[in-house]
């Protein structure tokens, strides 16, 4: 008898302990399948069902990083920084089995869209791109040879007037990734905000080396040649620029400054003037007063 009620007591134990292994399984596979079914939604440019199915997805499983990070995305295409920035974290949570530098990514990235909206105080930016260097530093944690996280990084600290730091990330992410032409634009730029043009030349000389189709590349190199007095070499550069993008406003107002500065007064004018035709609303009013001052002084006769 007692060997019976062992046996007995075996099977209870084994029956109740197997079908609660089956459930939680059973939760994560409707999880994924309601994960990939909001990828097909996404896809097709249904959001906001995308959106519904990775809800469900996350009520079915509350541990499943990955259907956070992809609710984290979804937010992301719409725009919805706050939510994504949440999504994302619940990511990072529940990522204990398979840590995923990724997912750190892309929460800098939300934190740092956060700080670059309009109407946000100086505070708040600050705190968000320090938020979002933390995140890009955490993410490079776990994968060193995330140049994009070195890029991004680079670009916050130069906002945060930081230019050593932010010198030493652009040079990271030029050494992980030697074709990634921004990384080149940004620092040959940044050094001629900071009043060091020659420094600047040769960063950007470099860069058109590895990759001669940029115009961003070449319009920063004339920028800098201009800034060094050195306008028949700028030309140069701004007309290189402007044959691989004619509509490029940086281009032209360089390319008139630089005719001016020869005073050759039809070519000035002329580039100057279509600055001024293309000219939005975020072109400072210090840039477009410099344009027509200059077309003025060059239809002077005298």
Same mark, same amino acid.
């Given at each position: 008898?007692?060997?019976?009620?062992?046996?007995?007591?075996?099977?209870?134990?084994?029956?109740?302990?197997?079908?609660?292994?089956?459930?939680?399984?059973?939760?994560?596979?409707?999880?994924?399948?309601?994960?990939?079914?909001?990828?097909?939604?996404?896809?097709?440019?249904?959001?906001?069902?995308?959106?519904?199915?990775?809800?469900?997805?996350?009520?079915?499983?509350?541990?499943?990083?990955?259907?956070?990070?992809?609710?984290?995305?979804?937010?992301?295409?719409?725009?919805?920084?706050?939510?994504?920035?949440?999504?994302?974290?619940?990511?990072?949570?529940?990522?204990?089995?398979?840590?995923?530098?990724?997912?750190?990514?892309?929460?800098?990235?939300?934190?740092?869209?956060?700080?670059?909206?309009?109407?946000?105080?100086?505070?708040?930016?600050?705190?968000?791109?320090?938020?979002?260097?933390?995140?890009?530093?955490?993410?490079?944690?776990?994968?060193?040879?995330?140049?994009?996280?070195?890029?991004?990084?680079?670009?916050?600290?130069?906002?945060?007037?930081?230019?050593?730091?932010?010198?030493?990330?652009?040079?990271?992410?030029?050494?992980?990734?030697?074709?990634?032409?921004?990384?080149?634009?940004?620092?040959?730029?940044?050094?001629?905000?900071?009043?060091?043009?020659?420094?600047?030349?040769?960063?950007?000389?470099?860069?058109?080396? &590895?990759?001669?189709?940029?115009?961003?590349?070449?319009? /920063? %190199? #004339?920028? @800098?040649?201009?800034? !060094?007095?050195?306008? $028949? *070499?700028?030309?140069?550069?701004?007309?290189?620029?402007?044959? &691989?993008?004619?509509?490029?406003?940086?281009?032209?107002? /360089? %390319? #008139?400054? @630089?005719?001016?500065? !020869?005073?050759?007064? $039809? *070519?000035?004018?002329?580039?100057?003037?279509?600055?001024?035709?293309?000219?939005?609303?975020?072109?400072?009013?210090?840039?477009?007063?410099?344009?027509?001052?200059?077309?003025?002084?060059?239809?002077?006769?005298?």
């Amino acid at each position: 008898m007692r060997r019976i009620t062992l046996l007995a007591a075996l099977v209870i134990s084994f029956s109740i302990s197997v079908p609660a292994c089956n459930l939680a399984s059973r939760e994560r596979v409707e999880s994924i399948k309601l994960m990939n079914e909001a990828i097909e939604l996404s896809k097709k440019g249904n959001v906001s069902g995308a959106e519904k199915a990775l809800q469900q997805a996350i009520a079915r499983d509350k541990s499943h990083a990955a259907a956070h990070f992809t609710l984290g995305q979804v937010y992301k295409k719409q725009q919805k920084w706050v939510d994504a920035e949440k999504a994302f974290a619940g990511a990072i949570e529940n990522m204990s089995e398979s840590p995923n530098g990724k997912y750190y990514y892309e929460m800098g990235v939300s934190q740092s869209a956060q700080g670059n909206a309009d109407g946000v105080s100086s505070a708040e930016r600050e705190t968000k791109f320090n938020a979002a260097i933390q995140s890009f530093q955490d993410a490079l944690k776990l994968n060193p040879r995330l140049y994009k996280a070195h890029y991004r990084t680079a670009v916050l600290y130069e906002k945060l007037d930081q230019p050593t730091k932010a010198d030493v990330e652009y040079r990271k992410t030029i050494e992980l990734k030697p074709t990634h032409s921004p990384a080149f634009v940004k620092l040959g730029n940044m050094y001629i905000d900071y009043g060091h043009a020659n420094v600047a030349m040769r960063v950007l000389e470099i860069g058109t080396e &590895i990759n001669d189709k940029d115009a961003r590349m070449w319009n /920063g %190199l #004339g920028r @800098a040649l201009l800034s !060094l007095n050195r306008p $028949k *070499e700028a030309i140069d550069a701004f007309t290189k620029a402007k044959a &691989i993008d004619p509509d490029m406003i940086d281009v032209l107002f /360089g %390319l #008139g400054m @630089a005719y001016a500065e !020869l005073r050759k007064r $039809k *070519e000035a004018a002329e580039n100057l003037e279509a600055f001024l035709s293309k000219a939005s609303g975020d072109v400072p009013p210090d840039r477009i007063k410099v344009a027509r001052d200059t077309i003025a002084r060059m239809n002077d006769a005298i």
